[in-house]
């Protein structure tokens, strides 16, 4: 299957300052990106859609300027959380799909701690 | 909207015997169902991916069902061992590939 690869696996930042997270599509070229949210004992829950070359697509309650999502490349999609608050503290994880079935591939993720 | 529950939440077995977990979606219009496994503090890893046109699927120890009338799929892992220890979650996904997913079910397997 696809191989992800997020990065940071784990940041802590002051409270006020942005993050951005880098998730990598390593083996095929990937025009749409999803990312995710998973809080303590949840679900993950879907925050955006990333497309390359175009605005991403957020779901309902996600505030898009708070979670700047970038797909400059086929292999390559970003999320920066501005002015982060303690409250974003989170697990954040990128998928992609691949083949007819659109099977899911995720990477590993990264734990957001704000301080 | 798309609700996805997995039960049971938890599940502590011994080695050896076989685990049953269940997933139920709302919606029967879905266009594949994924199993995944999660360890603590990592991703996700892809099991097994049923389109809405199978019943089931099989991979090794694994076998997942589907019966996409009654909103209903079945993941058994047969004869566990205690590195099957993970949380595994269920996820329905939709024609415009978005995926819904459970909470999830924390397996123990104790040796």
């Known amino acids: 299957g696809a191989v992800v690869s997020q990065h940071p696996s784990w940041v802590i930042c002051k409270s006020g300052t942005s993050v951005k997270i880098e998730c990598r599509s390593l083996?095929?070229?990937?025009?749409?990106m999803f990312w995710y949210r998973q809080f303590p004992k949840q679900s993950l829950m879907l925050m955006a859609t990333?497309?390359?070359?175009?605005?991403?697509?957020?779901e309902q309650g996600v505030e898009k300027d708070k979670f700047l999502i970038n797909h400059a490349s086929l292999t390559l999609s970003t999320l920066t959380v501005t002015s982060a608050h303690p409250e974003d503290s989170s697990f954040y994880i990128c998928?992609?799909?691949?083949?007819?079935?659109?099977?899911?591939?995720f990477g590993q993720g990264t734990r957001l701690t704000v301080v | 909207k798309q609700e996805v529950t997995q039960i049971p939440a938890a599940l502590s077995v011994p080695e050896g015997e076989n685990l049953v977990l269940n997933c139920s979606f709302t919606?029967?219009?879905?266009?594949?169902l994924q199993w995944f496994r999660q360890d603590p503090g990592k991703g996700l890893t892809s099991l097994l991916l049923?389109?809405?046109?199978?019943r089931e699927q099989t991979s090794g120890r694994l076998n997942a069902s589907l019966d996409k009338s009654s909103g209903r799929s079945t993941l058994y892992i047969a004869a566990s061992q205690p590195g099957d220890s993970a949380t595994y979650l269920c996820?329905?996904?939709?024609?415009?590939?978005?995926?819904?997913f459970g909470a999830g079910t924390t397996v123990t397997v104790r040796a």
């Open positions: 919606d029967s219009a879905i266009y594949n």
């Open positions: 990333s497309n390359e070359g175009s605005k991403a697509t957020y």
């Open positions: 996820a329905v996904g939709t024609n415009d590939y978005k995926l819904s």
């Open positions: 083996d095929f070229q990937a025009t749409t």
């Open positions: 049923i389109q809405s046109s199978q």
């Open positions: 998928s992609v799909k691949q083949g007819q079935g659109f099977e899911a591939f």
